[in-house]
């Protein structure tokens, strides 16, 4: 009864302001998008909701959801019982104190800190919402949305003509519309995803407001970090290409650019090396003499639960997680993320749904390496420095998730931050291999005019 209440109430809210801050962030072009990707998120965070409790009927493999806001529905009522605990409770690092006992240890994910950092986002709305589970579903699409309308609209200054294009990569995929609007991890981490995109941009290339955008280019990359870290792992790596390449492209001399090549190699190694070292101090499963062992816990656990609840699980071959092993797996895990399932792998309407978004998927690929040609789509990848951090980071994330999931019902909603990036990578190719066709036929009439009859 108080979600008929309150979230029609949010929902408004949230339109009308969506509706009156259009203006100051789009331009005529983009400006159809907006509402209708706001929409589109709302409407999926609303689904994510029906779905679980109607087609999953409110329990597992459905239960993240509604575990998160039972959990955190625990601090709403300690801050009904009293503040000064809520607060307390609130702010715990899975520490039991007598204070918070009582409550902490109705907590299924507590000492859980990555599902924790989601259950405090959901307790602090909770408060100006009553709790309200579509309500707090409504406000974690607008804050996803948010992200991802950064994103576009950073992506469209630097390719205004394929405005469009980049709209159905960015905004409009249907997966990612879904899986990334609702309480989930996956909502808050590709928000926070577009919000680095856009800060990175900001910080060194449009070098507008460098505090601002890199307090904000930090917190988006804290709140990946405390969430998914594996995120962080592949974006930076790519982020730093990105920007070192831009830089480079500015020498004229191509004997330059080749001698400091090398040392940018070297630069960016460091750098991910360095990252997963601190990350590894923090955390200790993904130090790097674990990163193996990890994925190998991950990848039979989630087989397992695949299994036992009639889930699509696929392999790649033996559980061989040694660096051999799964450099041998790179190629499947790259293709698993990608393009599966396959058609004839869907077994149920949500794997159908996954299955067709898969197979569009390979067909624009492969339609967009004909256009440019595989050889010059591969010389894009290499000099384009967008292209390459889009797809970088796309294909860097596909197989991290590819080789560690093992289970479709769960692929289908870790891949979804690889979405924007991997099609905006492809449709900014294809702008580039229209481009040199245009280019060809204009010398071509040029070089030979046709004579009026």
Request: aromatic residues 18%.
């Amino acid at each position: 009864m108080l979600d008929l209440l309150i979230a029609p109430l949010m929902l408004g809210l949230v339109l009308g302001l969506g509706y009156y801050l259009r203006p100051r962030f789009t331009d005529q072009t983009i400006s159809p998008y907006f509402m209708w990707a706001l929409l589109g998120k709302v409407g999926g965070a609303l689904a994510v909701g029906f779905i679980y409790q109607f087609y999953y009927g409110g329990g597992q493999p459905s239960g993240d959801t509604f575990n998160y806001h039972q959990n955190a529905g625990i601090i709403y009522q300690a801050f009904g019982d009293d503040p000064t605990v809520g607060l307390r409770l609130l702010l715990a690092k899975g520490e039991y104190t007598p204070e918070i006992f009582t409550y902490a240890t109705r907590m299924y994910w507590f000492r859980s800190p990555t599902e924790y950092f989601i259950i405090r986002i959901i307790a602090v709305l909770g408060l100006v919402t009553f709790h309200s589970y579509a309500a707090i579903a409504i406000l974690f699409a607008a804050l996803s949305f948010t992200g991802v309308w950064a994103m576009y609209r950073t992506f469209y200054k630097f390719y205004p003509t394929i405005h469009f294009q980049l709209a159905i990569a960015i905004l409009f995929v249907p997966s990612v519309v879904f899986w990334g609007s609702g309480i989930l991890k996956d909502t808050i981490t590709l928000g926070a995803l577009g919000w680095a995109t856009w800060a990175l941009v900001r910080v060194f290339f449009e070098r507008k407001k460098l505090i601002t955008s890199g307090l904000i280019l930090l917190l988006a990359l804290y709140t990946i970090y405390s969430i998914k870290i594996y995120i962080v792992l592949c974006f930076l790596p790519a982020a730093v290409m990105w920007v070192f390449l831009s830089y480079s492209s500015q020498i004229s001399s191509p004997a330059i650019r080749w001698m400091i090549a090398p040392f940018v190699i070297i630069i960016i190694a460091a750098i991910g090396y360095y990252a997963i070292l601190k990350i590894g101090e923090d955390n200790s499963q993904y130090a790097l003499d674990k990163v193996s062992e990890t994925a190998e816990i991950t990848a039979r656990y989630l087989a397992y639960i695949g299994e036992s609840q009639g889930g699509s699980v696929y392999t790649l071959g033996d559980y061989d997680f040694s660096p051999a092993g799964m450099i041998r797996k790179f190629p499947l895990a790259v293709n698993v993320t990608l393009f599966r399932p396959y058609l004839w792998e869907a077994y149920n309407p949500v794997m159908l749904l996954s299955a067709l978004e898969s197979f569009g998927t390979l067909l624009l690929t492969l339609y967009v390496i004909y256009r440019a040609g595989l050889f010059r789509a591969l010389r894009l990848f290499t000099s384009n420095p967008i292209i390459l951090f889009c797809l970088l980071f796309a294909i860097a994330f596909s197989f991290a998730v590819g080789i560690s999931t093992y289970n479709f019902g769960s692929l289908v909603r870790y891949k979804i931050p690889m979405f924007p990036f991997y099609l905006s990578g492809l449709f900014i190719i294809w702008f580039h291999a229209n481009e040199r066709e245009q280019i060809i036929q204009k010398h071509h009439q040029t070089d030979y005019p046709t004579v009026p009859s």
